[in-house]
């Protein structure tokens, strides 16, 4: 369908601390302790169609589903430094990334 490829979903335990550890997805039984964190990442798909063609990707990303490289890499979309769409580089990097 032309998107791109999905993502799995991951569990963390203490996720971006020294102690955080990958967990696989069919553990059973698992105790956490006290003040332990578990991150739960569910799975995405890749979408429908080139993503540079995607309508409504900055709603997506003002609302936290995307990064702002995401944004640039995946989307060929540049914002000014206000958070608006810097429509000049935007077409530039498009060019550039072949959309």
Request: net charge positive; with cysteine; charged share 25%.
């Amino acid at each position: 369908m032309g998107g791109s490829a999905g993502e799995c979903e991951q569990f963390l335990l203490n996720p971006e601390t020294r102690e955080q550890k990958v967990l696989h997805s069919k553990l059973s039984n698992f105790i956490m302790k006290k003040g332990e964190i578990l991150r739960v990442v569910t799975a995405g798909g890749g979408g429908f169609g080139p993503a540079i063609e995607r309508d409504l990707v900055i709603k997506d990303y003002l609302s936290g589903k995307i990064s702002n490289k995401q944004l640039r890499d995946d989307y060929g979309v540049v914002l000014t430094n206000a958070g608006t769409v810097d429509y000049l580089l935007t077409s530039n990097l498009r060019k550039i990334q072949g959309g």
